[in-house]
């Protein structure tokens, strides 16, 4: 090791606001949020980007954010599970009177959560996904490749699933979140007789 | 985590200088498995040179139907690639078959083929592991080994290679285009020149010298009439590793005899495997509707394999799998 800086000032821009903090350069962006900014409601589970527990939308994709360093996303955009409700939102409103995102009010709606510990980490994932799907993005159960997805509207549950795996939910919560992405998404319903559907496929 | 140092690179030459000059230095790119082994302790580095800016994040279609792929293009951006999805279908299918949708978004086409094989032992610093501490020995042998391989394997290391892309790439005959460090031209290796073989030295998965720099995948076009499609095997529904992937590309004639025929195996083998023997058995060949001479074809691949006891059944796995493929693909 020679004498190069083992610290960075890294300025990312998170839920909006311009943030500068100085890291040591091993700090990922996860530990950022909660350490360095009092951000706690992105989710440490498996710290090695197998849970999605920590999923972030940076420069409006999600990503893990336990397997970036907080350098890497230097003057990057970061948008966290307390930043969500306001995206779509015209700015100056009065917080008071935000209201939910509507991934975050499908999931109380759907009962997409149990214990909630695996929440933020679902609702990040869940609107950077139906970013993708509305680009008409294919997932690996698409049964048009080349088409693609006809928009969000046209996600159902096997394309939900899929498109949902990076996200573990310890509670089996997955009937009640991709009935929430469903309804979010604007697509149709699971029949009431598929509701009992295999939630390991989730 | 060692203490590092962190940096752009902003001129592709001297980055490549100081992997090649320091031991410690590496390349980063998406990160999502560099990162990953630096907490682990596996990988130590004191100096990590970011690439992502160096503009190597182009698709590239060009008129004689090839395709060239920067090196730090998104594996998302590469599955979505409108062309890459009507004209190569299977490396769409191969990489939205591989890890999630947070990971494709981070990851790269370089990085994805130079990521470290996922066997157990090669990720956990308290065990013997060959490939991660040469001459230490193979947990392996005796432990768990289901997802390992059991074709380009040695007694030093029977690790397999995770990539999905590899796999369908290995079928599309894509060639890499490497920068060396010592500054000599780019010339454009194979998959197979590519990737070496553990054999008695398994710590090194690539030919690359320290400081190359991959900074392009090529696709050649298709040849005319190609169907191709990527198929994996796996313990779980999504988000997992392969027990078995086939990549494959044919092309008939009208009565059904095979005009060409390619396979690539994964999850299989110490690297994207090219099946050629079974390849040159079912070159100009008419399989029947049950495909029993692609699976004939495909187990005897393995006549050379070095099976254990707990990934032996990968054989007929694949020979299975690959007869479906084919199958699927000449009598859709």
């Given at each position: 090791m020679t004498d190069r800086p083992i610290w960075s000032q890294v300025t990312l821009s998170v839920n909006g606001d311009e943030r500068t903090l100085e890291l040591d350069n091993r700090t990922t962006l996860l530990d950022a949020l909660r350490e360095h900014l009092d951000l706690t409601g992105t989710k440490k589970g498996c710290d090695h980007g197998q849970c999605g527990a920590c999923t972030v939308l940076l420069d409006g994709e999600r990503v893990?954010?336990?397997?970036?360093?907080?350098?890497?996303?230097?003057?990057?955009?970061?948008?966290?599970?307390?930043g969500i409700a306001e995206l779509g939102q015209a700015s100056g409103d009065d917080p008071s009177e935000r209201e939910l995102h509507p991934v975050q009010r499908a999931f109380l709606d759907h009962d997409g959560l149990q214990c909630g510990y695996c929440t933020p980490g679902q609702i990040c994932s869940a609107v950077g996904m139906l970013g993708e799907a509305q680009r008409?993005?294919?997932?690996?159960?698409?049964?048009?490749?080349?088409?693609?997805?006809?928009?969000?509207?046209?996600?159902?549950?096997?394309?939900?699933?899929?498109?949902?795996?990076?996200?573990?939910?310890?509670?089996?919560?997955?009937v009640g979140i991709v009935d929430a992405i469903l309804a979010a998404a604007g697509a149709p319903a699971r029949d009431a007789a598929d509701r009992s559907g295999d939630p390991s496929r989730a | 985590m060692r203490a590092l140092s962190y940096e752009r690179a902003a001129d592709p030459r001297a980055a490549q200088r100081a992997v090649a000059s320091e031991p410690d230095t590496m390349f980063l790119a998406g990160g999502t498995n560099l990162v990953d082994l630096m907490k682990l302790g596996v990988h130590r580095p004191d100096r990590?040179?970011?690439?992502?800016?160096?503009?190597?994040?182009?698709?590239?279609?060009?008129?004689?139907?090839?395709?060239?792929?920067?090196?730090?293009?998104?594996?998302?951006?590469?599955?979505?690639?409108?062309?890459?999805r009507e004209r190569f279908p299977m490396l769409s299918q191969s990489l939205l078959a591989g890890a999630s949708g947070q990971l494709r978004n981070m990851a790269t086409t370089a990085g994805n083929l130079l990521q470290r094989t996922r066997c157990v032992y090669f990720q956990d610093t308290s065990k013997p592991c060959n490939k991660r501490e040469p001459g230490s020995g193979c947990s392996a042998l005796q432990g768990a080994h289901r997802d390992l391989a059991l074709l380009g394997t040695s007694e030093e290391c029977v690790a397999s290679h995770p990539s999905d892309m590899a796999v369908a790439l290995a079928a599309l005959d894509a060639r890499v285009l490497v920068q060396r460090a010592d500054g000599t031209a780019e010339v454009p290796q194979s998959l197979d020149s590519?990737?070496?073989?553990?054999?008695?030295?398994?710590?090194?998965?690539?030919?690359?010298?320290?400081?190359?720099?991959?900074?392009?995948?090529e696709l050649p076009a298709p040849p005319v009439g190609a169907r191709m499609a990527y198929r994996k095997v796996r313990d779980r529904w999504s988000y997992a590793f392969a027990l078995v992937s086939v990549a494959a590309?044919?092309?008939?004639?009208?009565?059904?005899?095979?005009?060409?025929?390619?396979?690539?195996?994964?999850?299989?083998?110490?690297?994207?495997?090219?099946a050629r023997k079974a390849e040159?058995?079912?070159?100009?060949?008419?399989?029947?509707?049950?495909?029993?001479?692609?699976?004939?074809?495909?187990?005897?691949?393995?006549d050379r394999a070095r099976?254990?006891?707990?990934?032996?059944?990968?054989?007929?796995?694949?020979?299975?799998?690959?007869?479906?493929?084919?199958s699927d693909l000449l009598w859709p």
């Open positions: 893990n954010s336990c397997l970036l360093l907080a350098v890497m996303a230097d003057g990057h955009e970061v948008r966290t599970i307390e008409g993005w294919p997932s690996r159960v698409t049964s048009d490749l080349h088409a693609g997805l006809a928009g969000a509207d046209a996600l159902d549950p096997e394309e939900v699933a899929e498109r949902m795996s990076g996200n573990l939910c310890r509670c089996g919560a997955y | 990590l040179i970011d690439i992502t800016g160096l503009g190597l994040d182009a698709i590239e279609h060009r008129a004689d139907g090839s395709v060239l792929i920067g090196a730090t293009v998104r594996n998302s951006a590469l599955a979505a690639d409108p062309g890459i590519l990737y070496r073989e553990p054999g008695d030295d398994p710590s090194h998965d690539t030919t690359l010298q320290p400081g190359d720099l991959i900074i392009a995948v590309l044919v092309v008939a004639d009208e009565d059904g005899r095979l005009r060409e025929v390619r396979v690539a195996l994964g999850g299989v083998a110490s690297r994207p495997w090219r040159a058995l079912l070159a100009g060949a008419r399989p029947d509707p049950a495909a029993d001479a692609v699976r004939a074809a495909v187990l005897s691949e393995f099976p254990l006891p707990d990934n032996a059944f990968k054989a007929e796995l694949a020979a299975d799998t690959a007869a479906a493929v084919v």
